[in-house]
């Protein structure tokens, strides 16, 4: 079985809105957008606006970034919100996925290694 759109969505919810992910989750924002770098931090236009910003990092920090276990934040949410005889394909499939943002109508995809 693969990931719908929907379940992508809601591994991407729980990865974002976890209590338990938080302090890493803040850790990781402020490494993904370079909080600590000296001086102004300036985006490519097509970088778009703050919410599609936010969208590209809620995509890396749960389908790319490991924990220190080597598992992502979306496979935590998987064994959290995908309990189904095949939840070892959900779990896997997680490493194979390509996140994309939707901004103005157009959608942007990025599958990182």
């Given at each position: 079985?693969?990931l ?5 969505e ?14 890493v ?33 809620l ?19 998987a ?14 499939s ?12 157009e ?7």
């Amino acid at each position: 079985m693969q990931l719908t759109n929907g379940m992508v969505e809601q591994l991407t919810e729980w990865c974002a809105l976890n209590d338990v992910l938080a302090g890493v989750r803040s850790k990781a924002r402020s490494d993904f957008f370079g909080y600590d770098e000296p001086g102004t931090i300036k985006y490519m236009a097509e970088a778009g606006e703050v919410n599609g910003r936010e969208r590209c990092f809620l995509g890396w920090f749960g389908f790319r970034f490991r924990l220190p276990d080597g598992k992502h934040p979306a496979d935590l949410a998987a064994a959290a919100l995908l309990i189904r005889a095949s939840l070892g394909t959900e779990i896997d499939s997680t490493d194979q996925i390509c996140y994309s943002n939707s901004h103005h109508g157009e959608t942007w995809q990025r599958c990182l290694p």
